[in-house]
């Protein structure tokens, strides 16, 4: 199988579905209507709800909803060999995700811009809205653990690397002031992008120097350092880290990508992990599960992603301008981010599959596979790293980009300045998601907490503030600093998923209110029943065999018990949707009256 293969018919496929099935989600099961006014028209203050361009709205949310997910959990699921990954992403994403982005959008700004917990409350009573709340807590504490581990590995004992991320801090705060002071964006872009490209073409100097060996550093001190620096740039004001870290981060993004599938249909490397590993009935190196389901929880963001409702239902409803921009924004998104997934899956499998062990797999845990290292001393000579035993996928998506243009001849001068900047765009892109989900937990701390205790709910308050930053910090960074990336991607995955699950539940009822059709409702049942019944059988097979369990690798009483807490959440959530959907199927003049609404 070569790659260019894959590309070409994901884009017809995505590129379909966008012009087919949107548009049946956005005329008949929605009813998008532009004659009416959207909550940014309706509630126009300058500041948080402004009628914005279809593509500005666009690019933001992309940028939101596109972090780390896409990228590691395909390189991950890769253990079960690339059909898998490469069918889940395709059908995930059009009949779940993209259906899961434009319903929560949708049902968002039918509620004037709420988020999912105030939408649930409104649309499923004031139980479900409870059930959400704290839910979306636990959920965005555990999304920070697992974006953070992918950092771990990849800076672990790299001092290039580390030199790398870290001299984006002071570039991102010189931006920020710089365009503060002047207004000028364009010559404050300039300046930053060149200051980082000088931070990842000075790294080889400072290797061999004391500043070199002060940066070495390993996963557990990485682990402390992560929640601290999150700590205080949750605190610092928005302009001055996360806003110019963001938008510096966009363009690497983007000419990263760019780079990779132009090299794609140049190069065309051929695929060389089966379609099939023998890992997918379980027991494999990197997660000890069955490709069923552990396929869909590990591949949650570029499939369908509980996360997305965090955007969903927070900023990008405030923004649209027209109701039938959704089509574009909550839909078309998630394709595109289907095929940023489809790239990384590339990536991955375009390496020798021993070299993808190598790479993802403890070393003791490697030996015991029988496999021999094909093309990675090479590839660890050129790059300058040892490169076994880096899990996370940070450094499998690296390598595996270093490895495809390692077919031009005068690349591998570059292998290393290469590798080092793809290190640096995933670390920066993931360290500014958890800049603002950071601030996110905060928000969600001090608003629920604040309903025990007034005084935190006060937002502008400094000592509610810092109370709930550490809170939050401590509580991600305690998942971090004790878990592994099989336990802790898996629950990111199992909450991330049931966090979808809570998005589609919303989503129907919404649709069975408005829809002309009740059979419309399908198109978030179909994916909910089997996304449902996949995290909780999830969620009960690791609670079992990894997290209860004294004798597995990823044993940890606190996993478990979140995840037995998750689950019985999303049980009620789903028993008091079902009594909602009863009520309404039975009193015809209920969604006759919710219609005209």
Same mark, same amino acid.
């Given at each position: 199988?070569? $790659?260019?293969?894959?590309?070409?018919?994901?884009?017809?496929?995505?590129?379909?579905?966008?012009?087919?099935?949107?548009?049946?989600?956005?005329?008949?099961?929605?009813?998008?209507?532009?004659?009416?006014?959207?909550?940014?028209?309706?509630?126009?203050?300058?500041?948080?709800?402004?009628?914005?361009?279809?593509?500005?709205?666009?690019?933001?949310?992309?940028?939101?909803?596109?972090?780390?997910?896409?990228?590691?959990?395909?390189?991950?699921?890769?253990?079960?060999?690339?059909?898998?990954?490469?069918?889940?992403?395709?059908?995930?994403?059009?009949?779940?995700? $993209?259906?899961?982005?434009?319903? *929560?959008?949708?049902?968002?700004?039918?509620?004037?811009?709420?988020?999912?917990?105030?939408?649930?409350?409104?649309?499923?009573?004031? *139980?479900?809205?409870?059930?959400?709340?704290?839910?979306?807590?636990?959920?965005?504490?555990?999304?920070?653990?697992?974006?953070?581990? *992918?950092?771990?590995?990849?800076?672990?004992?790299?001092?290039?690397?580390?030199?790398?991320?870290?001299?984006?801090?002071?570039?991102?705060?010189?931006?920020?002031?710089?365009?503060?002071?002047?207004?000028?964006?364009?010559?404050?872009?300039?300046?930053?992008?060149?200051?980082?490209?000088?931070?990842?073409?000075?790294?080889?100097?400072?290797?061999?120097?004391?500043?070199?060996?002060?940066?070495?550093?390993?996963?557990?001190?990485?682990?402390?350092?992560?929640?601290?620096?999150?700590?205080?740039?949750?605190?610092?004001?928005?302009?001055?880290?996360?806003?110019?870290?963001?938008?510096?981060?966009?363009?690497?993004?983007?000419?990263?990508?760019?780079?990779?599938?132009?090299?794609?249909?140049?190069?065309?490397?051929?695929?060389?992990?089966?379609?099939?590993?023998?890992?997918?009935?379980?027991?494999?190196?990197?997660?000890?599960?069955?490709?069923?389901?552990?396929?869909?929880?590990?591949?949650?963001?570029?499939?369908?992603?509980?996360?997305?409702?965090?955007?969903?239902?927070?900023?990008?409803?405030?923004?649209?301008?027209?109701?039938?921009?959704?089509?574009?924004?909550?839909?078309?998104?998630?394709?595109?981010?289907?095929?940023?997934?489809?790239?990384?899956?590339?990536?991955?499998?375009?390496?020798?599959?021993?070299?993808?062990?190598?790479?993802?797999?403890?070393?003791?845990?490697?030996?015991?596979?029988?496999?021999?290292?094909?093309?990675?001393?090479?590839?660890?000579?050129?790059?300058?790293?040892?490169?076994?035993?880096?899990?996370?996928?940070?450094?499998?998506?690296?390598?595996?980009?270093?490895?495809?243009?390692?077919?031009?001849?005068?690349?591998?001068?570059?292998?290393?300045?290469?590798?080092?900047? *793809?290190?640096?765009?995933?670390?920066?892109?993931?360290?500014?998601?958890?800049?603002?989900?950071?601030?996110?937990?905060?928000?969600?701390?001090?608003?629920?907490?604040?309903?025990?205790?007034?005084?935190?709910?006060?937002?502008?308050?400094?000592?509610?503030?810092?109370?709930?930053?550490?809170?939050?910090?401590?509580?991600?960074?305690?998942?971090?600093?004790?878990?592994?990336?099989?336990?802790?991607?898996?629950?990111?995955?199992?909450?991330?998923?049931?966090?979808?699950?809570?998005?589609?539940?919303?989503?129907?009822?919404?649709?069975?209110?408005?829809?002309?059709?009740?059979?419309?409702?399908?198109?978030?049942?179909?994916?909910?029943?089997?996304?449902?019944?996949?995290?909780?059988?999830?969620?009960?097979?690791?609670?079992?065999?990894?997290?209860?369990?004294?004798?597995?690798?990823?044993?940890?009483?606190?996993?478990?018990?979140?995840?037995?807490?998750?689950?019985?959440?999303?049980?009620?959530?789903?028993?008091?949707?079902?009594?909602?959907?009863?009520?309404?199927?039975?009193?015809?003049?209920?969604?006759?009256?919710?219609?005209?609404?």
């Amino acid at each position: 199988m070569n $790659a260019i293969t894959i590309v070409i018919a994901s884009m017809c496929i995505l590129m379909i579905a966008y012009r087919l099935y949107g548009t049946f989600m956005a005329v008949k099961v929605l009813k998008l209507d532009d004659s009416k006014p959207t909550p940014a028209h309706e509630l126009n203050d300058g500041k948080d709800y402004v009628p914005s361009n279809k593509w500005v709205s666009f690019g933001h949310h992309f940028a939101a909803i596109a972090a780390a997910g896409p990228l590691v959990g395909p390189i991950l699921a890769a253990q079960f060999g690339y059909l898998p990954s490469l069918l889940w992403l395709l059908i995930g994403a059009v009949i779940g995700g $993209a259906v899961h982005d434009a319903v *929560v959008l949708f049902a968002s700004m039918r509620q004037k811009g709420k988020s999912l917990s105030e939408v649930a409350k409104e649309e499923l009573g004031p *139980v479900a809205g409870f059930c959400t709340g704290l839910a979306m807590l636990f959920i965005i504490t555990i999304t920070m653990a697992g974006l953070s581990m *992918v950092v771990l590995h990849a800076l672990e004992k790299n001092p290039w690397g580390t030199f790398a991320v870290g001299i984006t801090i002071p570039i991102a705060m010189g931006v920020g002031i710089f365009y503060k002071k002047t207004g000028n964006l364009k010559l404050a872009s300039t300046v930053g992008f060149i200051l980082l490209m000088i931070g990842v073409f000075a790294g080889p100097s400072i290797q061999e120097t004391a500043l070199g060996d002060w940066l070495t550093f390993d996963t557990k001190t990485l682990a402390l350092i992560l929640p601290i620096y999150a700590f205080f740039a949750a605190a610092l004001p928005v302009w001055l880290l996360l806003a110019p870290r963001d938008y510096l981060s966009s363009f690497m993004k983007i000419g990263v990508f760019i780079a990779l599938i132009i090299g794609v249909f140049i190069i065309n490397p051929s695929i060389e992990m089966p379609a099939f590993t023998e890992f997918i009935h379980g027991g494999g190196p990197i997660l000890a599960g069955p490709v069923w389901p552990f396929i869909s929880i590990t591949i949650a963001c570029g499939a369908i992603s509980g996360f997305h409702a965090f955007v969903g239902s927070g900023t990008t409803p405030k923004m649209l301008n027209k109701w039938s921009d959704i089509k574009v924004v909550g839909f078309g998104a998630m394709l595109v981010e289907c095929l940023v997934g489809i790239m990384a899956l590339i990536a991955a499998t375009a390496l020798h599959p021993a070299d993808y062990f190598a790479i993802n797999s403890a070393p003791e845990v490697f030996r015991t596979l029988g496999m021999d290292v094909i093309n990675l001393p090479a590839l660890s000579q050129e790059i300058g790293l040892n490169l076994e035993g880096r899990t996370g996928g940070a450094v499998t998506l690296a390598v595996g980009m270093t490895y495809i243009f390692t077919a031009i001849p005068w690349f591998e001068n570059l292998a290393s300045y290469f590798f080092q900047f *793809v290190i640096m765009f995933e670390a920066v892109f993931i360290l500014t998601a958890i800049d603002a989900g950071t601030r996110v937990a905060r928000y969600l701390i001090q608003d629920f907490f604040g309903e025990v205790y007034k005084p935190l709910k006060k937002v502008d308050s400094v000592p509610a503030s810092v109370f709930a930053s550490a809170l939050a910090c401590f509580m991600w960074g305690y998942l971090l600093y004790s878990g592994d990336i099989g336990s802790v991607w898996a629950l990111f995955g199992v909450s991330n998923q049931l966090m979808a699950s809570i998005g589609l539940i919303v989503g129907a009822t919404v649709i069975l209110k408005i829809a002309d059709k009740r059979r419309y409702m399908l198109t978030c049942l179909i994916p909910l029943a089997y996304l449902f019944a996949t995290v909780n059988y999830a969620g009960y097979w690791m609670t079992v065999n990894v997290y209860l369990n004294p004798e597995a690798a990823g044993y940890n009483v606190l996993n478990g018990i979140l995840s037995i807490i998750m689950l019985v959440l999303g049980i009620v959530i789903l028993a008091t949707a079902l009594k909602k959907w009863i009520e309404i199927w039975n009193d015809p003049g209920f969604q006759m009256e919710a219609k005209s609404a």
